[in-house]
């Protein structure tokens, strides 16, 4: 569950940026990078590596201790999440769809390796990577935000980059045995753990 928590805090935080970019137009660049490089780190040796460590998920597990106290204010986060969740048991079906967006992250790792995930070619390339692939499953993920701001198409690409990050977290979780049931029946496992990374 200690593991499994920072794949949930990586969904969460990575979807905190979807509605602030929606919102606003803008990320906070520091938790932006950490999203984006997760995207390209698919063999990393532990899930905390996969996000740079655990100090890099602090915005993500703060969410998640919100979300569980019930003092989150955002009721757009848990559908967004539940959302992904959803999408990403549709994705991991798709073996052609997997091996597309695998190799679509493949072709743009030299240039994020040379410029950084947040550079604007390598957020327009996964933002389109998941327009041409993700978005066409069900159920579709619906992001609101300022229609001022999702009517550029360099945030709609932000915002889908992103996306796709909040998904490979959802695989994550998977993969380390995550499911539904865990909100349910686990409830208290969960909150132990994300105090434990936080204090």
């Known amino acids: 569950m200690s593991e499994r928590v920072l794949a949930l805090a990586g969904l969460a935080q ?7 970019i929606a919102d606003t137009g803008t990320a906070e660049q520091r938790v932006l990078s950490t999203a984006l490089d997760s995207v390209f780190r698919i063999d990393a040796a532990t899930p905390a590596a996969v ?3 655990v100090e890099s998920l602090r915005p ?44 679509g ?10 410029e950084g995930t947040t550079h604007p070619d390598v957020l327009s ?31 709609v690409a932000e915002v889908r ?9 959802a695989v994550l979780w998977r993969q380390l045995g995550g499911s539904l049931w865990d909100f349910l ?4 496992d969960i909150v132990s753990a994300i105090s434990a990374h936080l204090d």
């Open 125 to 155: 390339a996964l933002g389109g990577l998941y327009a041409e692939t993700l978005s066409h499953l069900r159920p579709r993920v619906l992001v609101q935000g300022n229609p001022h701001y999702l009517g550029q198409a360099n945030v």
């Open 60 to 103: 993500g597990l703060s969410l998640l201790r919100e979300y569980f106290s019930s003092k989150s204010r955002d009721e757009q986060l848990p559908r967004l999440a539940l959302a992904v969740l959803q999408l990403e048991r549709r994705f991991v079906t798709d073996e052609a769809m997997g091996r597309r967006v695998q190799h």
């Open 161 to 169: 980059a992103v996306l796709l990050a909040a998904v490979r977290s």
């Open 51 to 53: 996000y740079g460590g």
């Open 105 to 114: 992250i493949q072709s743009q790792a030299a240039l994020a390796e040379r």
């Open 185 to 188: 029946l686990r409830r208290r």
């Open 14 to 20: 990575a979807l905190a940026q979807v509605r602030r």
